[in-house]
């Protein structure tokens, strides 16, 4: 396994992850659900998937670090400002919510295990591996932080 860790592009992830709930919706039984009631999930995850990439981005860009998750080697800072007061990844917040978006809108019980199974891969082969090189790099710093702030939410 440490053969993939910051091997694999999350977005890359997420795509594969995304067709194959499709894949198993396609094969299983629907959720009997409420057209409103669904479409509503739909919605609250994709917009929270936003809410909690978009600031990430514009947070990296003021600190002048890298967001490829693949050369970590590449990050000048560790930042701890705005949305990463309340979480050490945003980003990967950001895209299990639009995997969750998407479990509502496929409305199959199989497809809920896609955002489980991202969270469970980015964990170990993403954040995990990415939480070593940092704190090899910016010590002290990046330990105080990881110690204050939750690693999903």
Same mark, same amino acid.
């Not at 992850?17 to 479409?39: C, D, E, F």
């Not at 560790?78 to 990967?92: A, E, S």
């Not at 199974?117 to 964990?123: C, M, R, S």
């Given at each position: #396994?440490?053969?993939? =860790?910051?091997?694999?592009?999350? *977005?890359? &992830?997420?795509?594969?992850?995304?067709?194959? #709930?499709?894949? @198993?919706?396609?094969? !299983?039984?629907?959720?009997? @659900?409420?057209? +409103?009631? $669904?479409? !509503?999930?739909? +919605? &609250?995850?994709?917009?929270?998937?936003?809410?909690?990439? %978009?600031?990430?981005?514009? %947070?990296?860009?003021? %600190?002048?670090?890298?967001?490829? *998750?693949?050369?970590?080697? $590449?990050? !000048?800072? &560790? +930042?701890?400002?705005?949305?990463?007061?309340?979480?050490?990844? *945003? #980003?990967?917040?950001?895209?299990?919510?639009?995997?969750?978006?998407?479990?509502?809108?496929?409305?199959? *019980?199989?497809?809920?295990?896609?955002?489980?199974?991202?969270?469970?891969?980015?964990?170990?082969?993403?954040?995990?591996? =990415? =939480?070593?090189?940092?704190?090899?790099?910016?010590? %002290?710093?990046?330990?105080?932080? /990881? !110690?204050? &702030?939750? /690693?999903?939410?």
């Amino acid at each position: #396994m440490q053969s993939l =860790e910051n091997r694999v592009p999350p *977005p890359l &992830v997420t795509l594969v992850v995304a067709a194959a #709930m499709w894949g @198993a919706s396609s094969n !299983s039984p629907s959720l009997v @659900a409420n057209g +409103v009631v $669904r479409y !509503s999930f739909v +919605v &609250v995850f994709f917009w929270l998937g936003g809410l909690f990439a %978009a600031p990430s981005f514009r %947070a990296f860009g003021r %600190a002048r670090t890298t967001i490829d *998750p693949i050369q970590i080697d $590449r990050a !000048s800072a &560790v +930042v701890t400002t705005g949305i990463y007061r309340i979480t050490r990844n *945003p #980003m990967y917040v950001g895209l299990t919510s639009l995997l969750l978006s998407w479990a509502a809108y496929l409305a199959s *019980p199989w497809s809920f295990l896609g955002p489980i199974v991202f969270a469970l891969f980015i964990t170990r082969l993403q954040i995990i591996p =990415e =939480e070593r090189a940092l704190t090899a790099k910016f010590g %002290a710093a990046c330990t105080d932080y /990881r !110690s204050g &702030v939750r /690693r999903w939410l």
